[in-house]
């Protein structure tokens, strides 16, 4: 049984790295910040406050197949998301759900902002994946501007920066590299790069190929 820790701030590469380990190890891949996404959209759906902890809170009642919706991905939802997890009550309500996918028997790979500090502490391979904020903001131009040709790159960055802040800066399990995780910073990397590079790091934690 092999459990993956993948943590690390908005657009650093950490989804991409975590869906790559799962298929190279043939583990089953939980991408965490879903979850938030999805109470984001519920409280944003029911016209609620994702400052308010009662009204975050109602929205982690959300239904499975709202895990599958395209809204989860737009920059609102990320925003949400981020705002809503703060509250230590939502974190709460999600905790068992990620702990459960952590611990299930063939092991599994998570993606996040706490996996390796609170959701799997006793993984067996952790990593912290990096980027420079522009190098971050660029990646996600580079992404909108193929739909939206009026996409605003400072708008975007500036949009990374307060996410940072906010993650990293809120006191209930905040994003904050794990002292035993291996930094993977992905600033000058090629997507393949950085795959290869996360696969021989975990290779090497774990002694599996
Ligand atoms: O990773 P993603 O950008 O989808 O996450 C959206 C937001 O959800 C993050 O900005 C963060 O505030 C929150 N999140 C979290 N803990 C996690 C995963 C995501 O607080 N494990």
């Known amino acids: 049984m092999t459990v993956i820790a993948v943590d690390g701030p908005a657009a650093s590469g950490k989804?991409?790295?975590a869906r790559a380990l799962?298929?190279?190890?043939g583990l089953p891949w939980l991408d965490t910040g879903?979850?938030?996404?999805?109470?984001?959209?519920?409280?944003l759906r029911a016209d609620g406050d994702p400052d308010d902890p009662v009204d975050a809170l109602a929205g982690c009642d959300f239904p499975d197949i709202l895990l599958d919706d395209p809204e989860l991905r737009s920059e609102t939802a990320g925003t949400y998301a981020s705002r809503v997890s703060v509250h230590p009550v939502v974190r709460a309500a999600l905790i068992e759900r990620q702990k459960?996918?952590?611990?299930?028997?063939g092991g599994a790979v998570l993606d996040g902002?706490?996996?390796?500090?609170?959701?799997a502490p006793h993984?067996?391979?952790k990593l912290f994946v990096e980027a420079s904020a522009?190098?971050?903001?660029?990646?996600?131009y580079r992404d909108e501007v193929q739909d939206n040709p009026d996409a605003d790159r400072a708008a975007i960055l500036a949009d990374i920066e307060a996410r940072d802040r906010r993650d990293s800066e809120r006191a209930s399990a905040p994003l904050k590299r794990?002292?035993?995780a291996d930094l993977l910073d992905t600033t000058n990397l090629t997507i393949s790069a950085a795959v290869q590079r996360a696969i021989a790091l975990v290779e090497a934690r774990t002694g599996k190929r």
């Open 178 to 180: 794990a002292d035993d």
């Open 22 to 25: 799962a298929a190279h190890f």
């Open 34 to 43: 879903l979850l938030y996404r999805a109470v984001g959209v519920s409280v």
């Open 123 to 125: 993984a067996h391979a």
């Open 15 to 17: 989804g991409t790295i």
């Open 134 to 140: 522009e190098a971050r903001a660029d990646r996600r």
């Open 113 to 119: 902002r706490d996996i390796g500090t609170v959701i």
């Open 100 to 105: 459960a996918f952590a611990d299930q028997p």
